[in-house]
């Protein structure tokens, strides 16, 4: 099974151990992972701002490097939603375009979603001494449906255990660029968030997007708490963390 | 009314640090939605009467014309007059007319957001006649200077009782009282006297009925009842979009609004009023008016943002929406607030001027999943981004920010050599603590967090030398 890996924008920029703890977990899982080198975004920015031009070439990349995988696998509801859920809108009016792009959507999988339904993988190799609570990404719940396999995984690592927290499934603030347009609305969100994760009395928040990750984490810190984690759910997985 | 969504990120920077509002829209959030949910399980298959109600609203809108031709044949064979209003002034002219064709000197309202979209209370004392408003919440605005309405169905949610206390104890020169049902009995004392010498009663329209030229009104306070059954003139005013074929649709949708819009199975009060007061009928107006209303309908008709128009205005978008749970209704600055006046107010006042509404949403759906009809609300707004960003209506540093962005991203080798280079200069920024507390570009991030700073190597530096982690 040739899984191509789409590692994200964000994960290459920010946060690369989440791409090789995910990539550890694929492998771990049988699968064989190819990383197309010259991938960038998903153009999902430029879509949801309005640039569907931009959004469509961008679009029509992924397809060129992805197309020949058996699965495209992100680790990022929001990114594998991108692809699963938008880019036929993209390509509407091109009915050639738009049946490769459908093809890709309908072999494309959040990280999660596929090591518990595809590869159904039954070890992982990480463990965590502490509480974790898992924060569920609207891209990732709400286009993705994923919501018990992130948790279903984490009840596999040893030593972990996972105290929810209220509004576990309200958006932490972050919307892409609504974060930086509309900052002061978006850091009350993501502060309200930060409420809930203090109050469940967790070592660390766990979720599956970066975006969501560096919000919380900066409201947290700007908060003053310099100790809970701020964790992608891959690196609690894999045992990989900064 | 006047349209201020211009301003929404200032108004809504007000409304996040007004305490008392802060206090106000966290106790009604958590109700509407326990409510919603708990009534959900008293229908077997929600879901699937969510898909009957989309494709009952989506066959009245695929030939509007033909149902509202039909609607306007049945109600003026029972009886009624149907008026056509093509703009907010025609909505106000109409009603004055039809006020100085029976003499009218006092009218009694029941809710009808339609007319607050031309200001009609306004159009109407302007014209020297009284009008009072019925609807609880709505008369609390009134009495308030005609503070403008927060939500679609509870106008003054954004009132505390005490608040509301204050107002009748200033308003009505009655001692000042402390209970919701004292409060609530001192109104009821007040409104009768004005249903009893009213000349007209203006009500709304929740829908209007093709097949039996019927108004159909969905309230919980019986002031509608009254108001549309006392004063010897009706007049119903409501959209173009709010027909729905035959009276069994009306029972699906039912099924969904009050369950959507209060969590009640149904409301207390389901009018369904047919023509004027017939021979030997002891209830009824004598006179009953249809103001049908386009007001920027047929335009939506013919865009791409069609599917607003299934809208029942249940409300439930708004309760669920992170947004307007911490902004409150007044920050979108017109009629219609939330998800759903984020795509109906930028469509019926112009895009140039309510652009930042469609643009104010992080797309986390929870309004669309709970929407009784289905309506793609995330999706409409960035049909309204794409609007907005075709007409040039984006500041020119944005434009050229994305495209500038998207152009590098088609460019491996480049944004390699750019990537390597931002996350280079991101952590040095980052200090010590790996915190960036103040961001050149972004700022908006920075203003209420801090950015963690990258790790300083790209993933894709990493995998190409082969030092990732342990895989």
Known sequence: MRVGFFVTCLVDLMRPLVGFAAIRLLEAGGAEVVVPPTQTCCGQPAYNSGDRADARALAAKVLAEFESCDFLV??????????????????????????????LAAKTRELTDFLVNELKLDRVPGRFDGTVTYHDCCAGLREMGVKAQPRALLAKVPGLKVAEMAECETCCGFGGTFSIKF????????????????????????????GCMLNIEGRLRRRGDTKTQVLHVAEVLAGERP | MQVASM?????????????????????????????????????????????????????????????????????????????????????????????????????????????????????????GLKVVETDLGEYILQINDYEPPSHIIGPALHKSKEEVAQLFHKAHGTPLKS??????????????QHYLTADMGISGGNFFVAESGSVVLVTNEGNATLTTTLPKVHVAISGIEKIVPTLE??????????????????????????GPKGDGEFHGAEHMYFIVVDCGR??????????????????????????????????YGWVYPGPIGSILTPMYVGLEKAQDLPAASTFCNQ????????????????????????????????????RMWAWVAQRPALYALASKIGVRVLKAMGGRDGLIHKLPVGGGWTEGRDMPAPAGRTFRELYRSGKGGGA
């Open chain 1, 74 to 103: 992100a680790p990022s509801g929001s990114c594998s939603g991108m692809i699963r859920t938008h880019y036929a809108d993209l390509f509407a009016d091109d009915p050639v375009m738009r049946g490769r792009v459908e093809a």
């Open chain 1, 183 to 210: 900052g002061e609305i978006s850091a009350r969100l993501a502060d309200n968030k930060c409420g809930h994760i203090a109050a469940s009395g967790a070592d660390a928040v766990v979720l599956g997007d970066l």
């Open chain 2, 7 to 127: 301003h929404f990120k200032e108004r809504a920077h007000v409304k996040l640090h007004d305490e008392r509002l802060q206090a106000n829209l966290k106790k009604m959030q958590g109700k509407f939605v326990a409510k919603r949910r708990a009534s959900l399980a008293e229908v077997g298959d929600f879901e699937a009467t969510r898909d009957a109600g989309k494709a009952i609203r989506n066959r009245a809108l695929e030939n509007l014309d033909v149902w509202l031709e039909m609607f306007e044949r049945n109600a003026t064979a029972r009886g009624a007059t149907v008026l056509f209003a093509e703009t907010p002034a025609d909505i106000n002219a109409l009603v004055l007319e039809i006020a100085a064709r029976h003499g009218v000197a006092k009218i009694i309202k029941s809710k009808s957001m339609v007319s607050e979209e031309s200001a009609l209370d306004h159009a109407i004392e302007a014209a």
């Open chain 2, 179 to 192: 209970g919701i049902d004292e409060l609530c009995l001192e109104a009821r004392g007040v409104l009768r």
């Open chain 2, 249 to 274: 649709d009306v029972a699906t949708l039912m099924r969904l609004l009050p369950r959507s819009a209060t969590g009640q199975s149904i409301s207390n009060y389901v009018d369904v009023l047919t």
């Open chain 2, 298 to 331: 047929t335009g939506v008709l013919a865009s791409d943002v069609r599917e607003v128009l299934r809208c029942i205005r249940c409300g439930a978008c708004m309760n669920h929406c992170p947004v307007y749970q911490n902004v409150g209704g007044h920050s």
């Open chain 2, 367 to 402: 309004c669309g999943v709970v929407c009784p009809v289905r309506i793609p609300l995330p999706d409409l707004q960035r049909k309204l981004r794409e609007h907005a960003f075709e007409r040039g209506l984006r500041p020119w540093y944005e434009t050229a920010g994305f």
